[in-house]
């Protein structure tokens, strides 16, 4: 196993008590696997990604990695926020080759990897323009370029489509996908969105909030590419809909509308 | 009609009020000059208006705006350069290491309400009537305004960035002179621009108490001298060499950065 999560619980205090943001949670993901975190928004899918990237830490349990216990930020685990994190004093590329100057890789190495990397998300030809010239999708683009420059054996991306546009978050599912067929990363993808879920995850695992625990599984065996207007997705997202208890459908079943309607 | 246009009628129309008010002759000159009298005043201080002075065993040409203004900017230069060599590395410590914070913090805080002139006695009773004194209230004026600005930029750096980073392996001084630094920098900017302007005041209040050769003695030898037109035409020269500073320097050096940062839109 890639990565294996043993009974992980974590609790935040706060000034109204203490929050459970998550029970007990055990999971495993293989290697080249791409798991999806589905929930609604305070169901602590957040929080869980952030301790497997080492950002946080469990008071319970443990995440292993490669079988090695995780106890903090590494560059085998890179992160993907939903705002992308870019820095707006750093053009493009030197955004890219951020990771790699930190740990020291040599000018000329950094240079070959930011170039390559910024050709497979399509963005060869901006690496001189500054972040506040970008729009969303292509912010989104050089963070998952800037992650894979650090060619991470993990990608752990936290929403990272949720502030975009209907259309651009379609070519970004399309590219992702391809991303992934072409490198074989493991992936751990936490979203609200359950279309999004099934059209990117192998496995889709379903969470639920207070305390946050894993509820369900879903294997999704359709194939590749996929696309949101597929069919077959389609019914695969009513089917994982109509599975879900009250409290996660009232969050993902006004996602979906709001998606219908935009669509 | 475009805003310059109207400034500038603005302008013209309060210069021609104050002649008129002048030709009036409501009061002695040395209470009101007419505004011919100050320009004269300008062009003599900056052409041939110079008093040779043996100071000890060197001659100083004083009264003379340049070689006035060539002591103050000497001085600002010093001064300033020394706020920020302290205020910005205090400013770090304080944005960063909470202990700092706690014992340190709220002394910078309660100095900043001093209002630097009020430092001068001491300075003078240490230092006694030097060079050492005024550049020690110059220092004060500026570098609690620098110190206070960079830790703000520090403590409100957006922690996305240091989680950002941090997942990339960025760590220790790496992660402040690639991140934290860089992030700070608008507000850093914002206090030098600050710190000059109250390095630039500190400096004048300081020089017009002592022999100071500078711009502030001019204004007090005018005084001196019941020669208000002098008086007026270093007023003058003091806000134009403000104005240049904040206009040609600082402003569009903030402008920059702040659309690089994304803090304001570019035009």
Not at chain 1, 168 to 183: G, K, V
Not at chain 2, 33 to 49: E, K, N, Q, Y
Not at chain 2, 61 to 78: E, F, H, K, N, Q
Request: overall charge positive; hydrophobic content about 50%.
């Amino acid at each position: 196993m890639k990565l294996e999560l043993r009974s992980v619980s974590k609790t935040f205090q706060t000034r109204r008590g203490d929050t459970h943001a998550l029970q007990d949670i055990t999971l495993d993901v293989a290697a080249g696997e791409f798991v999806c975190l589905l929930g609604p928004s305070g169901c602590g899918k957040s929080t869980l990604l952030n301790i497997v990237a080492g950002l946080e830490k469990p008071d319970t349990g443990e995440v292993r990695m490669d079988a090695r216990p995780v106890t903090e930020p590494g560059r085998d685990r890179v992160v993907i926020f939903q705002e992308a994190a870019l820095f707006p004093w750093l053009n493009v590329r030197d955004n890219v080759a951020f990771g790699l100057a930190a740990v020291g890789v040599p000018r000329s190495e950094r240079m070959a990897k930011t170039d390559r990397y910024l050709q497979i998300v399509r963005l060869g030809s901006f690496k001189k323009a500054f972040v506040h010239e970008l729009s969303g999708g292509m912010k989104q683009r050089v963070a998952l370029a800037r992650a894979l420059a650090l060619e991470p054996e993990v990608l752990l991306m936290d929403e990272p489509f949720a502030a975009l546009d209907a259309q651009t978050r379609d070519s970004l599912h399309d590219e992702l996908q391809d991303i992934w067929a072409q490198t074989g990363k493991t992936i751990l993808f936490v979203t609200h969105n359950v279309r999004e879920a099934l059209v990117l995850g192998d496995r889709v695992l379903l969470m639920s909030a207070r305390p946050g625990h894993i509820k369900r599984e879903f294997r999704c065996e359709l194939p590749r590419p996929r696309h949101i207007e597929d069919h077959a997705l389609v019914d695969a997202t009513l089917a994982v809909l109509a599975d879900l208890r009250e409290e996660v459908l009232a969050a993902a079943r006004e996602e979906v509308e709001h998606e219908r309607l935009a669509a | 009609m475009s805003g310059w246009r109207l400034r500038l009628l603005f302008l013209v129309a309060l210069l021609a009020a104050w002649e008129a008010l002048f030709r009036l002759r409501l009061w002695p000159s040395y209470v009101f000059p007419s505004l011919s009298s100050v320009i004269s005043s300008l062009i003599s201080g900056f052409t041939d208006r110079s008093y040779p002075l043996a100071l000890g065993s060197f001659t100083l040409t004083i009264g003379s705006y340049p070689s006035a203004i060539g002591v103050s900017l000497r001085r600002i230069l010093v001064g300033y350069g020394l706020s920020l060599g302290i205020g910005i590395p205090l400013g770090l410590l304080l944005g960063r290491v909470k202990f700092v914070q706690d014992t340190l913090g709220s002394i910078v805080l309660g100095l900043q309400a001093l209002p630097s002139i009020c430092w001068l006695p001491l300075a003078l009773l240490w230092f006694g009537l030097s060079e050492k004194a005024i550049m020690f209230v110059v220092v004060m004026g500026a570098v609690l305004s620098v110190t206070l600005s960079t830790a703000d930029g520090v403590h409100n750096t957006p922690p996305l960035y240091l989680r950002a980073a941090r997942t990339m392996g960025a760590r220790g001084l790496r992660l402040y002179t690639g991140v934290i630094l860089p992030a700070a920098l608008p507000a850093i900017l914002s206090g030098m621009k600050l710190g000059w302007s109250f390095a630039w005041r500190s400096l004048m209040a300081g020089e017009l108490l002592y022999y100071s050769l500078g711009l502030g003695q001019l204004l007090t030898m005018g005084r001196e001298l019941n020669d208000m037109s002098q008086v007026i035409a270093v007023m003058l020269v003091i806000i134009a060499i403000g104005l240049l500073a904040d206009r040609a320097v600082f402003a569009p050096i903030e402008r920059r950065v702040r659309e690089r940062w994304g803090l304001q839109p570019a035009r």
